[in-house]
């Protein structure tokens, strides 16, 4: 079996290094604002279902295509990946404090199988002042993060306070439930 990644995140690339040895990254080609915000909480599972079929045309027999998309959300709006630092500032002020979704949307494409999941961890961010978010946006990259941080920041930021669900999920890639489907469908070992 031949594995391909709809994806360029390195953070993606790394997870899905825990369960196979050799993949290909494949860069989707479609584009992502096109698919509308009004999708909710099923945002991510068409994103990844987009980023996914947009590769298609590269699978062959015994080809598994794997795709992912993760967004935050909270009360009922989707946080994307902030334009820039005054973004981040109003997308972290908004989560300041408060509990949030970190919403993820896989799926698997092989020969004519496929399957989609949809995963969602709540975090809890601690109560920060002006000065502990703008000094978190003034250290870290995150521009290309949704929700404009990254949990793996947190040991030196102390954004977060409580995780309830996948750390890998917030990540951006909920690898235990991918590796579990992926065992559930006889797809590996």
Do not use: W
């Not at 298609?56 to 009360?75: E, G, H, Q, R």
């Not at 300041?96 to 979704?101: F, I, M, R, Y």
């Not at 995780?163 to 439930?177: C, K, L, M, R, T």
Request: contains cysteine; glycine residues 4%.
């Amino acid at each position: 079996m031949k594995i391909l990644l709809c994806s360029s995140s390195p953070r993606r690339i790394e997870l899905l290094k825990t369960i196979f040895n050799e993949f290909e990254i494949v860069k989707p080609n479609f584009d992502e604002s096109k698919t509308p915000l009004s999708l909710g909480r099923n945002y991510p599972l068409i994103q990844a279902k987009n980023k996914l079929f947009s590769c298609k045309n590269l699978s062959k027999p015994n080809y598994l295509l794997i795709s992912c998309d993760t967004i935050v959300f909270i009360n009922n709006e989707i946080i994307g990946k902030p334009k820039d630092k005054s973004d981040a500032f109003n997308i972290l002020t908004k989560l300041n404090n408060k509990t949030h979704e970190v919403l993820s949307g896989y799926c698997f494409l092989f020969n004519d199988q496929y399957h989609e999941n949809l995963i969602s961890t709540k975090v809890t961010f601690n109560n920060l002042t002006e000065a502990e978010i703008n000094d978190y946006i003034e250290k870290f990259n995150i521009l290309d993060k949704a929700g404009a941080y990254a949990i793996q920041d947190n040991e030196k930021s102390h954004l977060i306070k409580e995780i309830n669900g996948s750390y890998n999920n917030v990540v951006g890639f909920p690898i235990e439930d991918i590796k579990k489907d992926l065992i559930r469908l006889k797809l590996i070992k």
